[in-house]
């Protein structure tokens, strides 16, 4: 499994509604992530800055290229850009981290 890790930029005041949109995270969207080879996915606020660190993992080979031009990801992009920092075509913005440590 590769590790990663990203952040991404929740707009101020929007914690709740965040968290109150992926407690009811679609099904279809679970099971694309899934498909992909997406696993252990976690989403960490910090309150201080509103910035979101994301973490996870994914089998070699896996297709989450893919993702950005599936229906329901562009939906679900729709759905979420009122509250966070979003890109021209919809899609979170979304800095990756280097991994500086790891101990199995």
Same mark, same amino acid.
């Given at each position: 499994?590769q590790?990663? !890790?990203?952040?991404?930029?929740?707009?101020?005041?929007?914690? &709740?509604?965040y968290?109150?949109?992926? %407690? &009811?995270?679609? $099904?279809?969207?679970?099971?694309?992530?899934?498909?992909?080879? =997406?696993?252990?996915?976690?989403?960490?606020?910090?309150?201080?800055?509103?910035?979101?660190? &994301?973490?996870?993992?994914?089998?070699?080979?896996? !297709?989450? %290229? &893919?993702? $950005?031009?599936?229906? =329901? +990801?562009?939906?679900?992009?729709?759905? +979420?850009? %009122?509250?966070?920092? !979003?890109? !021209? %075509?919809?899609?979170?913005?979304? =800095? $990756?981290?280097?991994? +500086?440590?790891?101990?199995?």
């Amino acid at each position: 499994m590769q590790r990663t !890790a990203f952040k991404m930029f929740l707009n101020p005041g929007c914690a &709740a509604e965040y968290r109150l949109r992926h %407690d &009811a995270i679609w $099904p279809e969207l679970a099971s694309l992530l899934r498909e992909a080879g =997406v696993a252990n996915y976690s989403i960490h606020l910090d309150e201080e800055t509103s910035i979101l660190f &994301a973490y996870l993992e994914r089998r070699e080979g896996h !297709a989450m %290229d &893919a993702l $950005p031009g599936h229906p =329901v +990801m562009r939906r679900w992009w729709d759905h +979420m850009k %009122d509250i966070m920092r !979003a890109n !021209a %075509d919809g899609s979170p913005v979304a =800095v $990756p981290l280097t991994e +500086m440590f790891y101990l199995p």
